[in-house]
């Protein structure tokens, strides 16, 4: 059952996340919830573009200058995004126990990732000819320590979420540790990798010290909502516009954290009909595609070069992303209708009805 957000605490999010996001056209209540995943929508998308983008780019050698300005404004906010809207749920979900939290991220973040990780892992192997950064055994066997392609934010998500649990209920001693353990891994020449993760704790405590105020801004007027993300827009524009880049860490957390939250505001624009419908299906299903989308692009991107050798980038980019896109959705679709959400890693899957008739239609 779907609770409203004003009869639960402001900082209280998680049923953004829990609840089934079908057809039907959300109310005004209901849409204070949907703009979680909406956003995750939104932000799937980014990814799968920003990633078609730089297939193309790694395996071309060049791009046009349009491409590579959409590749930059991208990338400085696409996974900040995540690692906020993950921090936006995490005191609620901290809150119900600490040994339900770690069966859950084991079953959500840390299964998938093994699961993943070695099933792409092996089909780059078996396709190492046609893909841009070929796996070797080697790799597979360090999956545990050292993170291969997209799944690095499995891999830190599941990391960081791990240090919230054992710094869990200090509040203010996660913030601190915000603000200081990014800065570890510069104190080794080659640090190992789940120390490189701690450079996203920031985005993670971002969101979880934003909710409380999102729960609140969700709720208000249409109108005060566009005036927020139009300012956070602008504002994001200014910083990357006059930025140095991501290299700078200054640059890193400012234009990632305003980027993140602008498409936050902007997501909770989205209330109603087909739009909000269609985002949120997809950030209910980001997991299918997060962890397929490389290797349908991928695949499509050397069809494409073996049978159509002097396609533009641009019709390159545009079927590459589609790919990413559709070929994902349409899985996630049919484990769903399946039931084996669980068991592929991605999701979970709704308890069936009762057999009850009376209970079957109340439900």
């Known amino acids: 059952m779907q609770t409203s957000a004003s009869s639960q605490p402001a900082h209280d999010l998680s049923a953004a996340t829990e609840q089934p996001l079908g057809g039907g056209r959300p109310g005004r209540e209901k849409s204070r919830l949907l703009w979680a995943d909406v956003a995750r929508g939104i932000g799937i998308i980014l990814v799968v573009y920003a990633h078609a983008i730089r297939g193309l780019v790694q395996h071309q050698g060049a791009a046009p200058?349009?491409?590579?300005?959409?590749?930059?404004?991208?990338?400085?906010?696409?996974?900040?995004?995540?690692?906020?809207?993950a921090g936006l749920f995490l005191w609620p979900s901290l809150e119900r126990g600490r040994k339900a939290f770690l069966k859950d991220r084991s079953l959500t973040v840390l299964y998938p990732y093994f699961l993943w990780s070695l099933a792409i892992g092996v089909l780059q192997m078996i396709a190492r000819p046609f893909v841009n950064s070929p796996v070797s055994s080697a790799d597979l066997v360090a999956i545990p320590w050292w993170p291969i392609e997209q799944f690095w934010f499995l891999y830190a998500l599941f990391t960081l979420q791990i240090i919230a649990l054992l710094i869990f209920p200090r509040r203010l001693l996660l913030v601190a540790a915000a603000i200081v353990?990014?800065?570890?891994?510069?104190?080794?020449?080659?640090?190992?990798?789940?120390?490189?993760?701690?450079?996203?704790?920031?985005?993670?405590?971002?969101?979880?010290?934003?909710s409380p105020a999102l729960g609140k801004v969700a709720g208000a007027g249409r109108s005060r909502i566009a005036l927020l993300a139009a300012a956070g827009w602008l504002l994001f524009a200014g910083v990357v516009a006059l930025g140095p880049g991501v290299e700078d860490p200054m640059f890193f957390y400012a234009a990632g954290s305003i980027g993140a939250a602008a498409t936050l505001l902007s997501a909770m624009l989205v209330r109603e009909g087909r739009a909000a419908t269609g985002l949120a299906w997809l950030g209910a299903g980001s997991m299918a595609i997060f962890v397929m989308h490389s290797a349908a692009s991928a695949g499509i991107r050397a069809l494409i070069g073996?049978?159509?050798?002097?396609?533009?980038?641009?019709?390159?980019?545009?079927?590459t992303f589609a790919a990413g896109m559709l070929f994902p959705a349409l899985v996630y679709w049919q484990a769903k209708r399946l039931g084996v959400l669980t068991w592929l890693g991605l999701g979970r899957d709704r308890p069936r009805a009762s057999a009850t008739p009376a209970k079957a239609v109340l439900a």
Request: without cysteine; proline residues 9%.
């Open 306 to 319: 073996m049978a159509w050798p002097g396609t533009s980038f641009a019709v390159q980019l545009l079927a």
């Open 181 to 210: 353990l990014p800065f570890v891994p510069t104190l080794f020449a080659s640090a190992p990798y789940v120390l490189v993760t701690l450079t996203w704790l920031p985005f993670l405590v971002l969101g979880l010290l934003l």
């Open 65 to 85: 200058g349009w491409a590579l300005w959409q590749d930059r404004v991208i990338y400085t906010f696409h996974m900040p995004l995540f690692f906020v809207l």
